[in-house]
């Protein structure tokens, strides 16, 4: 009888940790703001690439990655719906040291920069659409 109830609770424990991964899975928050601390930045130089004119939408993929590929296209299409941002692609693997500075634990994981390349914002795992032009309405306004 006691394995039963081990075994119920097991269940519901991991039922809990799933739909708390599942929420948090590419939601965009705030990126390790706070009060008086310096935004930590981007340079075109880390980049390898020039950032755009109001904001840049960097996206830290791997080789297999298949939600990798659903994250650039959604960050293509508003790159392109939405003059003076850009998307930058980087693969994980070939940028360790940004890797491992930003703490990127997984792929996709995407930064949200403004003009001058401060990290505003950062998801870890798939994100929406709207949560990313969200984002940036709140960057560029």
Not at 1 to 11: E, K, N, P, R, S
Not at 47 to 54: C, R, T
Not at 101 to 111: E, H, I, M, S
Request: proline share 2%; net charge positive.
């Amino acid at each position: 009888m006691t394995g039963m109830y081990v075994a119920a609770a097991a269940l519901v424990l991991a039922m809990a940790l799933g739909l708390v991964w599942r929420r948090r899975n590419g939601a965009l928050r705030e990126h390790g703001r706070r009060e008086g601390a310096d935004v930590e930045r981007l340079s075109t130089t880390e980049l390898g690439a020039s950032l755009g004119e109001k904001a840049t939408l960097v996206q830290f993929s791997s080789a297999f990655c298949a939600p990798c590929r659903a994250t650039r296209r959604i960050l293509t299409d508003v790159a392109g719906m939405i003059d003076g941002v850009a998307h930058v692609e980087l693969d994980a693997e070939a940028h360790l040291d940004l890797v491992r500075r930003l703490n990127v634990l997984r792929t996709p994981t995407v930064f949200v920069l403004d003009a001058g390349g401060g990290i505003v914002r950062r998801a870890s795992g798939l994100p929406r659409k709207a949560d990313i032009i969200a984002a940036l309405g709140e960057t560029v306004a």
